[in-house]
T-cell receptor, first 113, second 115 residues
Framework: AQSVTQLGSHVSVSEGALVLLRCNYS??????LFWYVQYPNQGLQLLLK??????LVKGINGFEAEFKKSETSFHLTKPSAHMSDAAEYFC???????????FGAGTRLFVKA | GAGVSQSPRYKVAKRGQDVALRCDPI?????LFWYQQALGQGPEFLTY????????KSGLPSDRFFAERPEGSVSTLKIQRTQQEDSAVYLC?????????????FGPGTRLLVL
């Protein structure tokens, strides 16, 4: 069965530092991949998605992610963290065989002043 | 231009009660999803509708869970004889097409607490 693993339930960075949130998927067929952000008491908002058009995907708020098939990874990065980036981030995968979207357990990002 | 709305936002139920959770998707959206998000976890897929047809209900945890979307717009998730393990946030999402890569737009969720 397909699964999504996010390494690190909590990540803390200083304002202005690089943000790196890790995501690995398990699938024999490259899935559709997504990163969502969730602010407290709000629904999930799409940051970016990979749909095989390009391996480097740029999203909103300066985030980007690179699909690496050889590593089955889709890590999320941002060159310079802002205080407003503090939130919960979820990596997710959908596949061509059904309608399910499988979410990782999430990584909470803390940004220190 | 309203987004996905859900009601109620919070629900407290006594064990054994039935509850109904409502989702109003974005107008015209074909696809509708329900997810269950336990505390500290990612959302887990419950069921999927394409218009009024429920095409995938493989994620519903038991036969106490039932979802419907009779006219292809508003959807209701019903939980019968609630149990404490049903306590979670229930998220609804909609998307404009049935393509699996299509962006899902999420509502704020209904937080259910079963005492």
């Amino acid at each position: 069965a397909q699964s999504v693993t996010q390494l690190g339930s909590h990540v803390s960075v200083s304002e202005g530092a690089l943000v790196l949130l890790r995501c690995n998927y398990s699938s024999s067929v490259p899935p559709y991949l997504f990163w969502y952000v969730q602010y407290p008491n709000q629904g999930l908002q799409l940051l970016l998605k990979y749909t095989s058009a390009a391996t480097l995907v740029k999203g909103i708020n300066g985030f980007e992610a690179e699909f690496k098939k050889s590593e089955t990874s889709f890590h999320l990065t941002k060159p310079s963290a802002h205080m407003s980036d503090a939130a919960e981030y979820f990596c997710a995968a959908g596949n061509t065989g059904g309608f399910k979207t499988i979410f990782g357990a999430g990584t909470r990002l803390f940004v220190k002043a | 231009g309203a987004g996905v709305s859900q009601s109620p936002r919070y629900k407290v139920a006594k064990r054994g009660q039935d509850v109904a959770l409502r989702c109003d998707p974005i107008s015209g959206h074909v696809s509708l999803f329900w997810y269950q998000q336990a505390l500290g976890q990612g959302p887990e897929f419950l069921t999927y509708f394409q218009n009024e047809a429920q095409l995938d209900k493989s994620g519903l945890p038991s036969d106490r869970f039932f979802a419907e979307r009779p006219e292809g717009s508003v959807s209701t998730l019903k939980i019968q004889r609630t149990q404490q393990e049903d306590s979670a946030v229930y998220l609804c999402a909609s998307s404009s097409r049935s393509d699996r890569q299509e962006t899902q737009y999420f509502g704020p969720g209904t937080r259910l607490l079963v005492l």
